[in-house]
């Protein structure tokens, strides 16, 4: 077994202590570790490490670990793409619905994980094209598509079709576009629902829509979504709330399911009902 090992470089300074730990442990227990390049700088030269780019870390990793936040896992399956390693996430953020290990437990899980205690848990993908001016862009999302307006303060009109099919026009800030593992994220804070991550299906959720029967709709993940502007006000299309561009009524937007999923690791004795429990504290008073 194989370890690649990634970190977001803002977050990783104020823990390197525990960086410095983490890397020591996998050495004392025979772990074959490869190391992206951008985090020589907080190891010793004593400490025994290979280092490599992370597009060769992707490659020949047989697990590729996170340490950072979901932010930091959502770019890292993008990256991936169609290799689609497995991914396990040492979580120093903030809530934090993906990274299954802390800087506190992480001796237990990863024993686990050398043991090979473990299951693989697919989340499906979404795949938008975008053609403008006759130019095709493709983004892949784990979480969500978001098209939202832009900077004036009034609400974006356009047309939703599902298959070919008219499903509604809609006059609201703007549509986000989820999988169930995005479920979690922008689209609960917009009073969507939550689907386990095992159900073939994706949400349609209408940011503050003008017309208040226009509610969150599921829709299973074999169908192709068709996003029409229907004025000329430029708006954001944001994959994963990390990178945005522009939209306007010359652009065309399909979003579909990525042929390929994310791999993410599930340690033995963990489940997806207790991380929502904890997550959003559930059952505490």
Partial sequence: MKLGIIANIEKINSVSDFFQDFIHWLN???????????????????????FCSEALLFTQSDIIV??????????????????????????????????????SNFKEYFSKIIAKKYSIEKRSILKATITSYGK?????????????????????????????VFMNSYKADGIIISTPTGSTAYSLSNSGPILTPDLKGIILNPICPHILTNRPMVTTDDKTIEIILKEKTECFFTTDGQNNVKLDINSKVIIEKAEFCANLIRIEGNNYFDTLRNKLRWGIN
């Fill in 28 to 50: 004392e227990n025979n772990v074959n570790v490869l190391i992206d390049n951008k985090l020589k700088y907080l190891l010793s030269s004593q400490q025994d490490a290979n």
């Fill in 66 to 103: 996170v340490i950072g936040g979901d932010g930091t896992i959502l770019s890292t399956v993008r990256k991936i793409n169609k290799l689609a390693k497995p991914i396990i996430g040492i979580h120093i953020g903030r809530l934090g619905f993906l990274a299954e290990v802390t800087m």
């Fill in 136 to 164: 095709k862009t493709t983004f892949f999302a784990l979480n969500d598509f978001v098209v939202s307006k832009f900077k004036l303060p009034h609400m974006i009109e356009f047309q939703i079709n599902i298959n070919n």
